[in-house]
């Protein structure tokens, strides 16, 4: 049925493997996430985070289920199709960032535009921008290890913004930073999504989300435990 969500998965299954050797990552996942929420997905080590941004990312099949996507079904379409739909739509953050170290930081941002064609003076507007609203202007011509661990983070932020996505997902992506470091890239975030009413999905250990997080989905052995939505908690306690 057609509405208005980003992502909406129905029985989303995850299986690796068959027999006494399975492994049920997923268990049945439905999601509905609305445009320009900011959500985090929680659970231990081994619940099923990676896998469900996997699948809702393209770069993962699920093994039963489906996943639309802007109210497309992305299940059907070929490698080239869903190559082509992450390179122009999605933005991603892993933990390991994946920016390569003999490019500066304004080249790792562009090399996503040059991937999707854009015109050469597109692209040096757009990667300044994208830098300058992640605070790196004076950093653009550093290369990764001339900068701190968090300015990374931020070139690996404004790589996933370049196209322009109105989908972010993101693994683990304050994993290595320290709280204050963590706390600013948070805030980014949060800025980012409300500004450009991108929808973000989260996965993440940390708890200090819970100041920044629309929802936060707590995954336990692959399905969906509980969802909180703590602005909406503040909101109330201020009431009282
Ligand atoms: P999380 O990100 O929450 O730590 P994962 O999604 O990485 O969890 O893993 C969920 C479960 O699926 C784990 O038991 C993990 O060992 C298993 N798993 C993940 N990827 C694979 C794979 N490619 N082959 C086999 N098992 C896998
Ligand atoms: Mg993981």
Redesign the pocket.
């Known amino acids: 049925m057609a509405n208005n969500n980003v992502i909406d998965t129905k029985n989303l299954t995850r299986t ?2 068959t027999g006494d050797q399975a ?1 049920y ?1 997923l268990r049945g996942v439905n999601l509905d996430i609305g445009p320009g929420q900011f959500v985090a997905l929680k ?1 231990r ?7 469900l941004l996997n699948c809702i990312g393209g770069l993962d099949r699920p093994t039963e289920g489906t996943i639309s996507i802007f109210g497309e079904e992305i299940g059907g379409w070929s490698e080239n199709k869903l190559t082509a739909w992450r390179r122009q739509q999605v933005g991603f953050i892993f933990q390991s960032l994946g920016l390569l170290p003999a490019l500066s930081a304004f080249e790792n941002v562009e090399l996503i535009l040059r991937m999707n064609h854009v015109p050469a003076k597109e692209r040096q507007k757009r990667t300044l921008e994208c830098l300058d609203l992640v605070g790196l202007t004076k950093w653009v011509d550093h290369r990764p290890y001339e900068l701190s661990g968090g300015q990374q983070q931020r070139v690996a932020i404004a790589r996933a913004l370049a196209n322009r996505p109105k989908l972010i997902i993101a693994d683990e992506p304050t994993g290595d930073l320290d709280t204050k470091t963590g706390r600013e890239v948070l805030s980014l975030f949060r800025t980012i999504i409300r500004e450009q009413n991108i929808t973000m999905l989260m ?1 993440t250990h940390d708890n200090l989300i819970v100041d920044y997080v629309d929802q936060i989905m707590n995954l336990q052995d692959g399905q969906i435990q509980q969802i909180e939505y703590p602005q909406q908690a503040a909101a109330a306690e201020l009431v009282v």
Do not use: C, D, F, L
Request: a positive charge; aromatic letters at 8%; charged letters at 10%.
């Open positions: 690796y493997g492994v990552a659970g080590s081994g619940s099923g985070k990676t896998t996965a």
